[in-house]
């Protein structure tokens, strides 16, 4: 007797190519989702990888071109940043007393004629020590510092200086308010903190989120883990592509749970070169590379520049 010939089951291997065809679909809409006009919002692949927490990948090279940068300026143990978002310029913190000069000259270098706002996160002179100096030389908008309760105000040569370069200027200090959005260009700097007074100078730093297309940087100045409990505890927006670690990587900031939270591609440490204070802790650092990412610090790489498009990062270091 002939055997009948068993007719094999193509279901799977149809089911299989309409899965494909279907899946090159969805990957076709996401990609090309703004140019097809379509009546409902489509997510990017950026929005998606956040989402699945998943890093965008830093490129090395040139960030000229670049319209949104920020510059990690090397003055030691001491913080200083420029961002440029377009015609926009936002200093934050100006680094030491002998450093006033160095920041003048570097935002000289890189075209700035004025700046649209300066912030001195906090009245420590290795944040604010070369801030009369930029007063002095630069037509400036805004000038944002925290409120400082009256227990605590300084009476630091520093701080009196500032404020008394402001004064000649006839420019104001603005106070931030947490919830506020600032509109540069095409970035929008948003005020965290502080939250509320403290009885530390570190934890009154301005803490701000700056997010350009779909990248995002945090700079949090010194503020320490009670600030950082405070922001997790607020439900405060933390995610971000690129943290400027908090107190020169000191062990007082930067907890697993604050990193977890942010969970950035990139993190940069002002620090100087063989400090006194041990700085960036080993306990930082490896919390840090826990969460994968990875570490530019000024003593070793000088001045460091981060650029983007809102969706490719560059990354340019001095060394």
Sequence with gaps: MARRRRRKNKLPAAILAVLLVLLAGVCAVI?????????????TWQEIGAYLGVKQPVQPGEVDGDPLQIHFIDVGNADATLIMADDKRILIDAGENDM?????????????????????????????GGLDDVIENFEI??????????????????YTDVLQAASDKGLAITAPKPGDTLDFGGAKLEILGPLQEYDDLNNLSIVTRLTYGEFSALFTGDA???????????????SAD??????????????????????PTTAVIHVGKDNSYGHPSEG?????QNIRATVYRTDLNGNIIVGTDGETVHIKTEK
């Design 31 to 43: 990609t090309y989702g703004e140019k097809l006009n379509l009546p409902f919002s489509v997510p």
């Design 100 to 128: 006033g000069e160095r920041v003048v000259c570097y935002l000289n270098e890189q075209g700035v004629a004025k700046l649209d706002l300066v912030i001195g996160t906090h009245p420590h002179s290795d944040h604010i």
């Design 141 to 158: 908008d805004t000038l944002m510092m925290p409120e400082i309760p009256e227990a605590i105000v300084p009476t630091t040569k520093t």
């Design 224 to 238: 320490e883990k009670a600030v950082e409990d405070d922001l997790l505890e607020e439900g405060a927006t933390l």
């Design 242 to 263: 690129l943290l400027k670690v908090g107190h020169h990587g000191s062990s007082t900031s930067s907890s697993q749970a604050f990193l977890q939270a942010v969970n």
């Design 284 to 288: 930082v650092l490896e919390r840090l």
